[in-house]
């Protein structure tokens, strides 16, 4: 271990007076899924695991320094603002410094009143950890963070060094092993006549101008013979979607994860960073079908008008909250393991005052996970589709207290509670959907879940 400083700031939060301690160390060859699996038994249901598309950042987080939480508030993504503003106020840092990373994530709609897994999740969830690593560029640090009141807390941080120092060591000395594939008992497409009648339902209301185009999600419940773990999962997903957006996120006994392609948002040194991702089609047996398949993708006017929808959103909100931005004027392809989609990306230089959570918060959702336009695609989803989504779709990331991060799009995601897993997926209704053929695309936004899982469809 090398490079070892240590600051410390104070500051108030909600009228108390808070101490935020904080201490970094650089350590070499340390393997962010065996630091995060070095947590299992001490801080299960206590974690998160990021890692960008571009792999250049890794985040992972052990333990909760201070957990921000709310229910049913439309001011959500405000006062999770507020909070981390008024937490991180007096902290300077160093440009070459880990900074402290709040990671977490917003439920689709808070006004979906649908029973299910999701019961007792808050709306909003976010975590500072008590041990944070982040891997960026091939080096590595690992923070203690330690928010108390008490004014004496040199004992206590004295205690969170060994504790520190055991989990390097136990992520060092075992490193890391491999995971087998979980092993699955059944699969169970929940209400999948719903499904079928939710669609049916959705694409009579669109032809009679009632919305422009609604997304109608569905989900499957897996169970397992044994119950999987969450390095195990996380395992997985890195090694089969290595070109997508990584996460996981425990809260109790629930663990959120997933591998996306989209990105919502991403904010660095003011300047934003998004993408629209809307329109999709299998990815072919062969390099030729798959080029036939895109070149179809990209002149199919169903999904072209469905990504438009997308651009158009996207580019009002940073019209809103940027001084200038750019736009290209026709998608590309983005492909990925098992699915290609239109892709634009969008960039602009944000007002002084504007902020990675504004965004979140216009941005979300989009059209390409609620639909056209927004609330009336929203009352339909609560209406029709008879499930709650938790934080599938919902926006998932993390910032720091410059004001940078990203946030994702949390699809082909799934929620693993105990031994049971639930997998999610949707596609976009307008006037001419089919329901067979919005069935089948679910199918292949299932798979990269199901598979990490150890399933998969007969085909």
Request: glycine residues 6%.
């Amino acid at each position: 271990m090398q490079q070892k400083w240590l600051k410390t700031t104070e500051v108030e939060v909600a009228s108390n007076k808070l101490s935020f301690y904080i201490e970094t160390i650089e350590v070499n060859q340390l393997s962010p899924l065996a630091f995060f699996a070095a947590g299992e038994k001490d801080y299960k249901g206590k974690r998160f695991f990021w890692q960008n598309r571009e792999k250049t950042l890794t985040i992972v987080g052990l333990g909760q320094a201070i957990v921000f939480e709310n229910r049913g508030n439309h001011q959500r993504f405000d006062e999770i603002e507020q909070k981390w503003k008024e937490l991180t106020r007096n902290i300077v840092m160093e440009e070459q410094e880990s900074q402290p990373i709040l990671f977490g994530g917003f439920t689709f709609d808070p006004d979906n009143r649908e029973l299910g897994e999701w019961d007792e999740f808050p709306q909003s969830y976010f975590t500072v950890a008590t041990f944070q690593l982040i891997k960026k560029h091939e080096k590595t640090y690992v923070s203690i963070h330690l928010i108390t009141e008490q004014q004496n807390s040199a004992a206590l941080f004295d205690e969170l060094r060994d504790e520190r120092d055991r989990l390097i060591h136990a992520a060092q000395v075992k490193e890391l092993k491999t995971y087998e594939k979980p092993e699955i008992c059944s699969i169970h497409e929940r209400n999948k006549d719903n499904y079928f009648q939710a669609v049916e339902k959705v694409t009579n209301l669109i032809r009679q101008k009632e919305a422009d185009k609604v997304v109608i999600a569905r989900s499957l419940e897996l169970a397992f013979k044994n119950q999987p773990s969450s390095p195990q999962v996380i395992y997985q997903i890195m090694n089969e979607q290595p070109e997508s957006f990584l996460f996981g996120l425990e809260r109790d006994h629930l663990l959120f994860f997933g591998a996306t392609p989209e990105r919502l948002v991403k904010v660095k040194k003011q300047y934003a960073y998004s993408a629209c991702v809307a329109g999709s089609i299998k990815r072919g047996k062969t390099a030729e079908e798959d080029k036939r398949l895109g070149e179809q993708l990209l002149n199919d006017s169903k999904n072209l008008k469905e990504h438009q929808y997308v651009v158009e959103m996207i580019e009002k909100t940073f019209k809103k909250l940027c001084e200038e931005y750019r736009v290209p004027k026709r998608p590309k392809l983005l492909k990925i393991r098992d699915i290609q989609h239109l892709y634009t990306p969008v960039e602009g230089k944000l007002y002084n005052d504007a902020t990675i959570l504004q965004l979140v918060k216009y941005l979300h959702p989009t059209p390409a996970l609620g639909g056209v336009p927004r609330n009336k695609a929203l009352e339909m989803i609560r209406k029709y589709e008879k499930m709650n989504r938790g934080l599938y779709a919902g926006p998932i990331g993390w910032m720091d207290a410059d004001g940078n991060g990203e946030f994702v799009v949390a699809i082909r995601s799934a929620a693993l509670i105990d031994d049971k897993a639930y997998l999610y997926a949707g596609g976009g209704i307008v006037a001419d959907s089919n329901p067979m053929t919005e069935y089948e695309e679910t199918l292949v936004k299932f798979r990269p879940m199901l598979r990490a899982l150890g399933g998969q469809f007969n085909e």
